[in-house]
């Protein structure tokens, strides 16, 4: 069966930088996308953006663009995103998510918290 | 970037009833590339329906969706319990990917 395990719950200080992690079991790794989808508290979904795990490229919201790293490792079917200069408002839950070209996104991570606060 | 607007915000209905959620987007979008989610405290959310009344795997006939261009409708035929959460609208055709706000669908 599908599964995607996170990463456990992070605590930062604003200006610092997170790395989750996202281990995907249950199908192959390279035939999917995977997105990563963030909720503050009490809100709504927010895409932030995807890696291609077959060649590595990847795709980010323009918000999130020069914040966001997402890197794949094939040989443990784990992708990861880092995000950089932490601020109040990056405190969230923070989703992986499959998906693929023209499919919406079928399996999802448990979420990781990230809190953000000095 | 395509905004959707769901509403109501919050509507309050009684097991057994009809529920009828609206997604509107900023500018037309294929029915193919509208999905919607469950998603209920504590939990990631749920695939629903996607690509035009796909039910995703597990998923009850009682959910079913309508729709397009910028009109999009998601409908519970008879509210069960298990039913009461917030559900998401996304389009996945464009990028970047977005979601509705949420409609939260509350027990009365």
């Known amino acids: 069966q599908v599964q995607l395990v996170q990463s456990g719950a992070e605590v930062k200080k604003p200006g610092a930088s997170v790395k989750l992690s996202c281990k995907a079991s249950?199908?192959?790794?390279?035939?999917?996308?995977m997105h990563w989808v963030r909720q503050a508290p009490g809100q709504g979904l927010e895409w932030m953006g995807m890696?291609?795990?077959?060649?590595?490229?990847?795709s980010s919201a323009q918000k999130f663009q020069g914040r966001v790293t997402m890197t794949r490792d094939t040989s443990t079917s784990t992708v990861y995103m880092e995000l950089s200069s932490l601020g109040s408002e990056d405190t969230a839950v923070y989703y992986c998510?499959?998906?693929?070209?023209?499919?919406?996104?079928?399996?999802w991570g448990q979420g990781t918290l990230v809190s953000v606060s000095s | 970037e395509i905004v959707l607007t769901q509403s109501p915000g919050t509507v309050s209905l009684s097991p057994g009833e009809r529920a009828t959620l609206s997604c509107r987007a900023s500018?037309?979008?294929?029915?193919?590339?509208l999905a919607w989610y469950q998603q209920k405290p504590g939990q990631a959310p749920r695939l629903l329906i996607y690509?035009?009344?796909s039910r995703a795997t597990g998923i009850p006939d009682r959910f079913s969706d309508s729709g397009s261009g910028t009109d999009f409708t998601l409908t519970i035929s008879r509210l069960e319990p298990e039913d009461f959460a917030v559900y998401y609208c996304?389009?996945?055709?464009?990028?970047?990917?977005?979601f509705g706000q949420g409609t939260r669908l509350e027990i009365k």
């Open positions: 500018q037309s979008i294929s029915s193919s590339y």
């Open positions: 996304q389009q996945y055709g464009s990028s970047p990917i977005t």
């Open positions: 998510a499959r998906g693929d070209y023209d499919l919406p996104f079928d399996y």
């Open positions: 249950g199908y192959t790794f390279t035939s999917y996308y």
């Open positions: 690509g035009a009344s």
């Open positions: 890696i291609n795990p077959s060649g590595g490229s990847t």
